[in-house]
């Protein structure tokens, strides 16, 4: 396709196609977008303020379904650099692990402006990622709070497998209530894939649930529907993220 004859589409386009569906099952949302769109600027306050937390939810579905079935937008950076360089309106908060085959813009198929990314090894919370998030939701207004754990995680192993290594160590202890708290019948090593899966899932539960507890800001925000807190499991065979 030639450049000249690139479609740049509105966001707000996309985002009409989001809120009309954001109440039903997402299938098939690769089909929303156009082939070849791309976007030349950065999300508006306006555009942002207009999603509810499903429709935002329902929007970072259809991002990862355009990057599994490789249907990416042709972001143009530059563009949404300069659009946003005044001032950044993000939907969502991504708490991701540092895990470098799981970069949460790529496989959520989002550009610059669009999410915050806070990411630690293993996608723990802690006090200082807790006010990252408040941030993000109570001054920056964001609507959702993702956190996505990933299969075949290195920091879920070596939780498991008790491994020591200067401040390593801590942050693992902080994963280690998860292994404890996973129910799984078959061999409980971090050579099955399975059973490392399965502790990931629960330490993604878990970390939901500690930033309900320990933040009364946000846990008040989503009793009152401003936001919604929500896991995923992002699996790096298929790039295919479950939502729960």
């Known amino acids: 396709m030639k450049k000249d004859t690139v479609l740049h589409a509105s966001r707000r386009t996309m985002l009409k196609q989001t809120l009309a569906i954001s109440g039903m099952m997402i299938t098939g949302a690769a089909a ?4 070849g769109m791309s976007f030349a600027a950065s999300m508006s306050r306006e555009e942002r303020d207009r999603m509810t937390p499903d429709a935002v939810i329902a929007y970072l ?7 599994r079935t490789n249907n990416s937008l042709q972001h143009d950076y530059i563009a949404q650099k300069i659009t946003s360089a005044s001032g950044q309106y993000p939907a969502a908060v991504i708490l991701s692990c540092i895990d470098s085959r799981a970069p949460a813009e790529i496989i959520l198929d989002t550009g610059i402006g ?6 630690i090894a293993g996608n723990i919370s802690n006090s200082d990622i807790l006010g990252s998030l408040e941030f993000a939701c109570a001054s920056a207004g964001a609507k959702v709070i993702l956190v996505m754990g990933h299969t075949a995680c290195g920091a879920i192993k070596g939780a498991i497998d008790n491994i020591e290594l200067s401040h390593l160590t801590g942050l693992l202890d902080k994963i280690k ?3 404890v708290n996973t129910n799984y019948s078959g061999d409980r090593v971090s050579s099955n894939d399975d059973f490392v899966d399965a502790v990931a899932k629960r330490n993604v539960e878990m970390t939901v649930q500690h930033i309900r507890e320990e933040s009364q800001l946000l846990k008040h925000m989503e009793d009152e529907k401003k936001i919604k807190i929500v896991g995923s499991m992002y699996n790096l065979q298929n790039g295919s993220i479950e939502f729960f």
């Open 177 to 179: 209530p998860a292994i």
């Open 61 to 67: 579905k259809q991002g990862n379904s355009r990057f």
């Open 114 to 119: 669009e999410i915050f990314n806070s990411r």
């Open 32 to 35: 929303l977008t156009v082939p």
